[in-house]
């Protein structure tokens, strides 16, 4: 399975936008990327997934390198309840290994 | 959405006995479930890949002796946790996807196992 790189934190204010970024320079041209999202006591959340071209869905924007090695979730008006872990997730094998992630602080 | 329900949602245990936990996908005949552990603080663990009528997969450095999983039919996946300790509290989740994972994946609420 390809490997995943974020950042441990990030923090943003209420109503702004905000740019996860995640590196997976050893992705296969398969593999499709994968987003979702953990709070507190509770079983991840999925948020988009695509595979080359970028993707939009009423929770995020999904943008993705034109070399495929790299993406970046973006939540474009972050509210206190976007809160969270985001993990990225390269899909390989039919199944979705988790990596560390990114704690997503939000500031009211 | 789909839904996939877990049950218990927590669970306190003596040390020595066995835990079962029920994944059920509600709206959907799940064709593959998975089962994860996560300690706190940290990520989700993927222990083992289910298929129903078929036995599990489980991930390397997980015992297959220790945690049964048995996927019945299409909407319902267990997993057993014989002789618990107390290094095996934690919390489980499980997920199901309807046909392969080019589509998402859809999550319990997890069920966190106490072992006293």
């Known amino acids: 399975d390809a490997k995943t790189t974020q950042p441990n934190s990030m923090e943003s204010n209420e109503e702004e936008p905000v740019h996860l970024p995640c590196n997976h320079s050893?992705?296969?041209?398969?593999?499709?990327i994968h987003w979702y999202r953990q709070l507190p006591s509770q079983g991840p959340e999925y948020v988009i997934h695509?595979?080359?071209s970028n993707v939009n869905n009423r929770m995020a924007s999904l943008a993705i390198a034109e070399d495929r090695k790299s993406s970046t979730l973006i939540l474009h008006r972050a509210t206190l309840r976007d809160a969270a872990v985001y993990y990225c997730?390269?899909?390989?094998?039919?199944?979705?290994?988790f990596g560390q992630g990114t704690r997503l602080t939000i500031n009211p | 959405g789909a839904v996939v329900s877990q049950h218990p949602s927590w669970v306190i245990c003596k040390s020595g006995t066995s835990v079962k936990i029920e994944c059920r996908s509600l709206?959907?005949?799940?064709?593959?479930m998975f089962w994860y552990r996560q300690f706190p603080k940290q990520s989700l663990m993927l222990m083992a890949t289910?298929?129903?009528?078929?036995?599990?997969?489980?991930e390397q450095g997980v015992e297959k002796d220790k945690f049964l999983i048995n996927h019945a039919s299409l909407t319902l996946s267990t997993l057993t946790v014989t002789s618990a300790h107390p290094e095996d509290s934690s919390f489980y989740i499980c997920?199901?996807?309807?046909?392969?994972?080019?589509?998402?994946?859809?999550f319990g609420q997890g069920t966190r196992l106490t072992v006293v």
């Open positions: 695509g595979l080359t």
């Open positions: 997920s199901a996807t309807k046909e392969h994972l080019n589509t998402e994946a859809f």
């Open positions: 289910s298929n129903e009528g078929s036995k599990a997969t489980y």
């Open positions: 050893t992705i296969s041209g398969t593999d499709y």
């Open positions: 709206d959907f005949q799940a064709t593959t």
């Open positions: 997730i390269i899909q390989g094998a039919q199944k979705l290994v």
